[in-house]
């Protein structure tokens, strides 16, 4: 099964500050990785596929980027709603997996 | 509109069994894969089965094959998830989700299994 590595668990930030959450697969998983947001009260959100590309009505304030094994989601200016957990998840091969999850909380 | 309503949740005895199931509607149900993705309480996401449009092909994790099964009615554009021998490690909030990887997700639906 492919691990993912995700960092770090928790990311104090404030409004306004740009944050990155780094994901890092156990091999090579050809660029397929999803950003996933999820918000307290269990919503879940997809915001970015195929490492890059921004689900439609996304901010474009969220990018992802990376190849190989190491792949990111960056957030340029923070906003209120950005506050909350977010998984990275690779579907290059079954078992999909998610990383263990980054909790945004502010500083 | 994208809209996926699981059900069917609730509290079952260890080694019991339990049915969710998912009613989809705002898109064409069998034209996409379908998933089931589950979250124990204050951990994080895990994988629990893929179906594939016709049916004919399912997937799973080791942590609940041969207990799960998968399945769908295209004519009522709904998804299914047979539990059974249900174990403590298997409680968590339950979601149906379209497609595999995933883009849209249900709001989910809570299993407990305890005596």
């Known amino acids: 099964d492919i691990q993912l590595t995700q960092s770090p668990s928790t990311l104090p930030a404030s409004l306004g500050e740009r944050v990155t959450i780094s994901c890092r697969a156990s091999q090579s998983i050809s660029n397929s990785l999803n950003w996933y947001q999820q918000k307290p009260d269990g919503t879940v959100k997809r915001l970015i596929y195929s490492t890059s590309t921004l689900e439609s009505g996304v901010p474009s304030r969220f990018s992802g980027s990376g190849s190989g094994t190491d792949y990111s989601l960056s957030i340029s200016s923070l906003e209120s709603e950005d506050f909350a957990m977010y998984y990275c998840l690779q579907y290059a091969t079954y078992p999909l997996t998610f990383g263990s999850g980054t909790k945004l909380e502010i500083k | 509109e994208v809209q996926l309503v699981e059900s069917g949740g609730g509290l079952v005895q260890p080694g019991r069994s339990l049915k969710l199931s998912c009613a989809a509607s705002g898109f064409t149900f069998s034209n996409y894969y379908m998933a089931w993705v589950r979250q124990a309480p204050k951990k994080g996401l895990e994988w629990v089965a893929t179906?594939?449009?016709?049916?004919?092909?399912?997937y799973y994790p080791d942590s609940v094959k041969g207990r799960f099964t998968i399945s769908r009615d295209n004519a009522k554009s709904s998804l299914y998830l047979q539990m059974n021998s249900l174990k403590s490690e298997d409680t968590a909030t339950y979601y149906c989700a379209r497609h595999d990887p995933p883009d849209y997700w249900g709001q989910g639906v809570m299993v407990t299994v305890s005596s």
């Open positions: 179906i594939s449009t016709s049916g004919s092909r399912t």
